[in-house]
């Protein structure tokens, strides 16, 4: 808990109670001294013994060393639940006899009769109290009559997202958008007050001029915009298709993809750097960033979490100058821009990310444009796992580079293939993780910085637009 200045120390009164809630104390810098006292008494003899001599006493201190931290038990203790049961006659019997296993059991143990226990799923979330202002009651005009209760103006868990007015295509649709949402448009045209967001505005519409399918990822590593205006941009520019082999991209408006071949291009591939121990290497082994790490979970009980800045339409009207110190040394034209490999893939060059997502197009690769301009001229259906590309044109993508990026680490780190051994064929393949399962076992890596201010490759973008 020391080692880790966002956890709180945990104190349980039954240590050997499973279910005991413990109370927590915060942690709190000081500047103390930790001292050793003894006490000595001598008692001095008694001549006389109808009087009564009073010990000597002595006090010794030593100065050990200073105190910088301090775990102060602040709050309240919560609930006890005990493993009880209640009998008809309101004896209380317990039950950690009969519900702990302390010891290897037979079958027999876990067929017994025994009443229904239920520990509760949760304590409480707070140990402090805290006081709640209610709001007064609001003073509306004569003649105000409140909206009837519906499911868009009940009160839910959590607040509502804010929307960002983007429209969802997926492969399936027949028709596609032509033009922005009228929110869409007004939403930008009030953010957009600045010659700096105009700016950002005809950068991005020359971009898909030239290119009509973006990433996000893309977008970001050719104009400087903050992340909080594009997701306003976007919208404004380009619908989101959401399946097939242009999900997770942004079209331009009136552009099918599905009605022209020469759409394979822009077409996404999920890439995974392949590995496993049999193959030479391990994930730990990988001089890739990791997606994420089991290590960063802590439960709620044990971590404070960071209050996040939140971003308000005064903010954007500004331009948003709260980048920090880092940012405001960086010029204004590229402050907001990534760098070129997140989003394009070159021979020699690891990822940045164990997981991409690239566009066919931004394969700098001789080869592997070759693989994908295999059918030119010749594209007759546009299907929803395989676009304009003939039948696994994917997996084939996905092989080639993996070979690529082993000769990379093989090249880095020559120590770890020591003991590798070709596969039948002859060629040195890597495990292949499907696009459906993720290994969560990484571990962060720290030989590796990818890009300043980047995010962790090109995520699924819904939930920001809904």
């Given at each position: 808990?020391?080692?880790?200045?966002?956890k709180?120390?945990?104190l349980y009164f039954r240590p050997k109670?499973?279910y005991c809630?413990p109370?927590c104390?915060n942690?709190?810098?000081?500047?103390?001294?930790?001292?050793k006292?003894?006490r000595r008494?001598?008692?001095k003899?008694q001549?006389?013994?109808?009087?009564?001599?009073?010990?000597e006493?002595?006090?010794?201190?030593?100065?050990l060393?200073?105190?910088?931290t301090?775990?102060?038990?602040?709050g309240?203790?919560?609930?006890q639940y005990l493993?009880?049961?209640?009998g008809p006659?309101?004896?209380?019997t317990?039950?950690y006899d009969?519900?702990?296993?302390?010891?290897?059991?037979?079958?027999?143990?876990?067929h017994?009769e025994?009443p229904?226990?239920i520990?509760?799923?949760?304590?409480?979330r707070?140990?402090?109290?805290?006081?709640?202002?209610?709001?007064?009651?609001i003073?509306h005009?004569?003649?105000?009559?409140?909206p009837?209760?519906?499911?868009?103006?009940?009160i839910?868990?959590?607040?509502a997202r804010?929307?960002?007015n983007?429209?969802?295509?997926?492969?399936?649709?027949e028709?596609i958008p032509t033009?922005p949402?009228?929110?869409?448009?007004?939403?930008?045209?009030?953010v957009?007050?600045?010659p700096?967001?105009?700016?950002a505005e005809?950068?991005l519409r020359k971009?898909?001029?030239v290119?009509?399918?973006?990433?996000?990822?893309a977008?970001k590593?050719n104009?400087?915009?903050?992340?909080d205006?594009l997701?306003l941009?976007?919208?404004?520019l380009?619908?989101?298709?959401?399946?097939?082999?242009?999900?997770?991209l942004w079209?331009r408006f009136?552009?099918?993809?599905?009605?022209?071949?020469?759409?394979?291009?822009?077409?996404?591939?999920d890439?995974?750097?392949?590995?496993?121990?049999?193959?030479g290497?391990?994930p730990?082994?990988?001089p890739v960033?990791a997606?994420?790490?089991?290590?960063?979970?802590?439960l709620?009980?044990?971590v404070k979490k960071p209050?996040s800045?939140?971003v308000?339409?005064?903010?954007?009207k500004q331009?948003?100058?709260?980048?920090g110190?880092s940012g405001?040394?960086k010029?204004?034209?590229?402050?907001?821009k990534l760098?070129?490999s997140?989003y394009?893939?070159?021979e020699?060059?690891?990822?940045?990310?164990?997981?991409m997502?690239y566009q066919?197009c931004?394969?700098?690769?001789?080869?592997?444009?070759?693989?994908?301009?295999?059918?030119?001229?010749?594209?007759s259906?546009?299907?929803?796992r395989d676009?304009w590309?003939?039948p696994?044109?994917s997996?084939?993508?996905r092989?080639?580079?993996?070979?690529?990026?082993?000769?990379?680490?093989?090249?880095t780190r020559?120590a770890?293939?020591?003991n590798?051994?070709?596969s039948?064929?002859?060629?040195?393949q890597l495990?292949?993780e499907s696009?459906?399962d993720?290994?969560?076992?990484?571990?962060e890596e720290e030989?590796?910085?990818?890009?300043?201010g980047?995010?962790n490759?090109?995520?699924?973008?819904?939930l920001?637009?809904?």
């Open positions: 808990i020391y080692a880790d200045p966002a709180r120390l945990e109670d499973p809630h109370v104390a942690r709190f810098p000081t500047s103390t001294m930790l001292l006292v003894k008494t001598k008692k003899k001549l006389d013994t109808e009087e009564q001599i009073q010990p006493v002595q006090f010794e201190m030593e100065i060393g200073t105190v910088t301090v775990y102060k038990f602040q309240m203790s919560d609930f493993a009880m049961h209640s006659d309101g004896k209380q317990s039950m009969k519900v702990l296993m302390l010891k290897p059991e037979k079958e027999e143990f876990f017994r025994l229904l226990y520990p509760p799923p949760i304590f409480s707070l140990d402090t109290p805290v006081d709640y202002f209610y709001r007064p009651d003073q005009r004569e003649g105000y009559n409140n009837q209760v519906s499911g868009e103006n009940l839910g868990l959590s607040r804010r929307p960002h983007a429209i969802f295509v997926n492969f399936d649709d028709e033009k949402l009228d929110a869409a448009v007004q939403t930008w045209k009030k957009c007050t600045n700096v967001d105009k700016k005809e950068e971009l898909f001029e290119r009509p399918v973006w990433s996000r990822n977008v590593a104009i400087s915009v903050h992340p205006k997701k941009l976007l919208p404004y380009a619908y989101y298709m959401l399946t097939g082999p242009w999900r997770s079209v009136g552009y099918d993809p599905r009605k022209h071949p020469e759409a394979k291009i822009y077409q996404v591939l890439f995974r750097i392949r590995c496993g121990m049999k193959y290497y391990a730990n082994d990988m960033k997606k994420r790490s089991t290590y960063n979970y802590s709620p009980i044990t209050v800045h939140t308000s339409v005064h903010d954007l331009g948003l100058g709260t980048s110190a405001a040394k010029p204004a034209s590229s402050r907001y760098k070129e997140i394009v893939f070159r020699g060059a690891l990822p940045p990310y164990r997981q997502f066919l931004d394969l700098n690769v001789e080869s592997l444009q070759k693989i994908i301009h295999r059918n030119d001229g010749t594209e259906e546009c299907t929803e676009g590309c003939l696994k044109t997996d084939d993508l092989d080639s580079m993996s070979l690529m990026i082993k000769q990379i680490i093989r090249s020559p770890l293939f020591s590798t051994t070709s039948e064929d002859g060629k040195e495990a292949y696009g459906e993720e290994d969560d076992e990484e571990e030989e590796f910085k990818p890009s300043d980047s995010e490759e090109m995520e699924t973008e819904i920001d637009y809904v």
